[in-house]
């Protein structure tokens, strides 16, 4: 219990100060100490709190048309992704999210069609489904936020509160599959609370650092989680 609850402080820090990485990051170690049926589940919980903490304290910085736009579209992925909520091979969804993020990354900017409404609809709904099965996608998110604004703390609140969505649908989806999150509350909310430390912490960073040197970083952090899931997917 203490490892996970240090690691859910790091994991907030991390993400708060640059954008994405502590849900991958967090993932990956809970597999290691919880129980299988248990792990994306209790992640959805944390991930929760994590980001509606940071969605709180930036308030101001969300563009809270782009919450409305995503709502409809995590509805839609979560009534498809209930339909089919079975063990599915993540592999190859692993594989195609890495390929994505490079692109968003590295590639030609996305044509404005898909930067519009219509876009984040779908990136929503692709997104709300993976998360039932594969957990983290904020990764994929972020990547695709990046693409519409330049300053750091707009993306960071605004993907903090469709974060948030996503995974108040994904409880609700996993509690109408009739798993028990009850058991797992009172780690949970000590995770919550440590991580609210660590995103207080990590929004102090934030502050301090310099817009072209977060796009830098932000860029390569979601590179490098590009390559963790293809080697991921690659070794099984």
Not at 4 to 13: A, D
Not at 53 to 70: E, H, K, P, S
């Amino acid at each position: 219990m203490g490892l996970l609850i240090g690691t859910s402080f790091l994991t907030s820090l991390l993400t708060a100060c640059l954008g994405a990485g502590g849900g991958v990051l967090l993932l990956g170690i809970m597999a290691q100490v919880v129980p299988p049926q248990a792990i994306i589940p209790l992640h959805g919980m944390v991930q929760l709190g994590s980001n509606a903490n940071r969605a709180a304290m930036l308030w101001r910085d969300i563009d809270r048309q782009m919450v409305v736009t995503f709502l409809p579209g995590a509805a839609m992925g979560a009534l498809l992704g209930s339909l089919v909520l079975i063990s599915l091979p993540p592999d190859l969804l692993y594989l195609s999210i890495a390929s994505f993020i490079v692109y968003l990354c590295w590639g030609p900017s996305l044509p404005s069609i898909v930067m519009g409404r219509r876009g984040t609809l779908l990136m929503a709904t692709l997104t709300t489904f993976l998360t039932l099965f594969v957990g983290a996608t904020g990764p994929l998110i972020g990547a695709y936020l990046k693409q519409l604004y330049h300053q750091r703390f707009t993306i960071v609140a605004t993907l903090a509160a469709v974060m948030s969505l996503q995974h108040v649908i994904k409880i609700a989806v996993f509690q109408q599959a009739g798993f028990s999150l009850v058991p797992w509350l009172p780690l949970a909310a000590a995770m919550i609370a440590s991580g609210a430390i660590g995103t207080w912490a990590g929004l102090r960073i934030l502050k301090y650092m310099p817009e072209r040197h977060f796009a830098y970083i932000f860029n390569w952090v979601l590179t490098l989680l590009a390559v963790r899931l293809a080697w991921q997917a690659m070794t099984g």
